[in-house]
């Protein structure tokens, strides 16, 4: 009897261990649950824009340090770059958030649809400005956004009923009241949602003031579309990347020059770089809050709602991201330069966001 004893306590030790360290927890009565292991596939995977990295990222430290999950993975791709990787495939090992520092559009959506993508929670987070900085050593700008479309539209209007490439090397060719330097702005690129809004709301804000656009726009839209969003590609734009420290760096070496960025870059690095004002408004928290700062645009997160029941906290991470000690007025994201929604629209958005109500992906 000895012998079959002491296989039958093996025979338990065995299953004991089988069952793991969570088991024996919840034998010995345990309430809370083991953290799980730090391998990627237990991470959340977070990609996309440049510009709402930053408060992706903080929110991710602050949900890994009280929480009892793996601080988030955050990946700076650009918003398209980010739909892209977001939208290959569900599953623990794929994007489960794409930053965005724009709507998804049509086209991103059928890329998720057609990789059997179709539940997508937009969650939006706050307002951003885009702006215009340059050293704070050199020139002082305030410019209209028909000044920045004139600088830097690839084509404009000869004047005859044709159109001729963009004449303006420095801002005084545009208005002697600029400053008498060249033309020389440094952005993100075309898979940035920085760049997309910047082209819709600066450039095309700019192209409506000149009559011959305006017309346009009325009698051919795509027509009007492609005259007002084409950057000109002779120099005086400069792609620099995803990297926004990147434009810091480079604004500081020609104090002249201007880069596009987040207003939250702005702020990080104000001890460096200033903002141009536009239309005389210049980009602060409360103007841009106000409305009364015309180039400012809405940011996102989008969840794969599939992959919740395969990837440990999302919830729990959407439920940190919009509480008001986070993205309030008072919150921890404000002092990283996020300009939070209204009070009623941010009891909304939560709401949606921790019941995961889904966009309509069937059209």
Known sequence: MGLVRLCLIACIAAMLAACGDSQLRQFEGAQVPPPPPLGQADRIRIVGS??????????AEQFGAATRHATPIVETTGTGGGFKAFCQAVGPNEPSISNASRKVKPSEIRLCRDAGITELVEVKIGYDGIVLANSKTGPVYDLTKEEIYRALADRLPDGEGGWTNNPNERWSDISPDLPDAEILVYGPPPTSGTRDAFVEI???GGAVELPVLARLKDQDGEAFDKRAHTIRTDGAWIDSGENDTQIIQTLIKNPAALGVLGFSFLEQNGDRVKAADVGGITPTFANIASGDYR???SMYLYVKKQNVPLVPG?????????????????????EKGLIPLPPEMRRSVREHALALRTLDTAS
Request: hydrophobic share 45%.
């Open 295 to 297: 180039v400012s645009r």
């Open 202 to 204: 600066a450039m095309e």
């Open 50 to 59: 440049s510009t709402v990295a930053p408060f992706a990222t903080t929110v």
């Open 314 to 334: 999302l919830v729990d991470f959407l439920e940190e991201f919009t509480r008001e000690d986070a993205w309030g007025p008072e919150g921890y994201l404000a």
